[in-house]
Nanobody
Framework: QVQLVESGGGLVQPGGSLRLSCAASGSFFRINVMGWYRQAPGKERELVARISSGRSTNYADSVKGRFTISRDNAKNTVYLQMNNLKPEDTAVYYC??????????????WGRGTQVTVSP
């Protein structure tokens, strides 16, 4: 129902910034929550940030004050601005979307992930 394409990952030095983007496409009625999760080697996937259709936001404590999530409903795109990056932010970042399909059923979709590496 919903296909997600992520971009913006890469290698950055500690203290640097990156901006992730995730564009949704496909056959859907309405996108509800959009969010970013991450998974570091040997660890479980965890929520980084999410934003509702009304633009209410939630952040993991570890990224509060450094990361900002936003969305452009006209483009069906969610962004994650990451500032003051730390080595512990190194992970594969996954986009997640909760949406109502054209059949009015609720779907959860995941992107393939984009690698973020923070290293000197």
């Amino acid at each position: 129902q919903v296909q997600l394409v992520e971009s913006g990952g890469g290698l950055v030095q500690p203290g640097g910034s990156l901006r992730l983007s995730c564009a949704a496409s496909g056959s859907f009625f309405r996108i509800n929550v959009m969010g970013w999760y991450r998974q570091a080697p040997g660890k479980e996937r965890e929520l980084v940030a999410r934003i509702s259709s009304g633009r209410s936001t939630n952040y993991a404590d570890s990224v509060k004050g450094r990361f900002t999530i936003s969305r452009d409903n006209a483009k069906n795109t969610v962004y994650l601005q990451m500032n003051n990056l730390k080595p512990e932010d190194t992970a594969v970042y996954y986009c997640h979307v909760n949406a109502y399909g054209s059949d009015r059923n609720e779907y959860n979709s995941w992107g393939r992930g984009t690698q973020v590496t923070v290293s000197p």
